[in-house]
């Protein structure tokens, strides 16, 4: 049996070729993106952030295994404030509203994972999740291969989210998930496999928001 991330993956494959193809995540990779957009796209974000922080550890105590408990705790509390300071840089450097309100898609995006929580089942809750993990390191390491670094205003973010240190620990998690995934049914599995290609569209539709609410 393939592992579930195998399987997950080939589902949303189709979403992460939109993705890669977007013109804000080419723009970003250039450093040609408008600041009006990335400041968009920071505000949202930083809402976003704050919820996920918290369903991060809201799952984390879903995990019965200390061990395990412990590992992703820890990536949690590292991603998120390597995140948050990345975000206080941009926001200073590119004069970003932080008082924004929560777009349509970022309301709707935060609602899903809620949902997913709220069933009780880490399967479930994990798959909805990790979208904002994964995604974002394939798009990290995708820009980070091709992208201009000299000159490029946004390299702090691409840096972030492609950098060895963070790959290696979504190496961690990607395996985590697919010994979950190995102990279930196959009704969860396609359950999960659901919430990460829905959860998949929502980062594509969050960065096609910030890139033409302007228009």
């Known amino acids: 049996m393939k592992k579930w991330t195998e399987e997950a993956w080939a589902e949303a494959s189709g979403i992460y070729a939109e993705i890669i193809g977007h013109p804000f995540i080419i723009e970003l990779a250039d450093g ?16 976003y952030l704050g919820n996920y922080g918290r369903q991060m550890f809201a799952f984390a105590d879903m995990i019965e295994d200390p061990s395990q408990k412990k590992m992703f705790s820890d990536f949690a509390k590292a991603g998120l404030e390597g995140e948050k300071a990345m975000h206080q840089l941009m926001i200073a450097r590119f004069g970003v509203d932080a008082s924004a309100s929560p777009s349509r898609v970022t309301a709707e995006y935060n609602a899903h994972t809620e949902a997913a929580i709220r069933t009780g089942c880490k399967e479930i809750a994990f798959a909805s999740l990790l979208p904002c993990i994964w995604i974002y390191n394939e798009v990290g390491k995708h820009i980070r291969n091709k992208a201009v670094t000299e000159g490029n205003p946004y390299f702090e973010w691409i840096d972030e989210y492609g950098n060895e240190d963070f790959s290696a620990a979504v190496e961690e998690v990607l395996s985590l998930i697919d010994g979950y995934a190995a102990g279930t049914d196959e009704v969860t599995r396609s359950e999960m496999t659901r919430q990460f290609c829905e959860g998949t569209r929502f980062e594509y539709e969050f960065w096609d928001y910030a890139y033409r609410a302007g228009r």
Do not use: G, M, P
Not at 32 to 47: G, H, N, P, V, W
């Open 32 to 47: 040609t993106l408008s600041i009006e957009r990335f400041r968009r796209y920071i505000a949202q974000d930083e809402l």
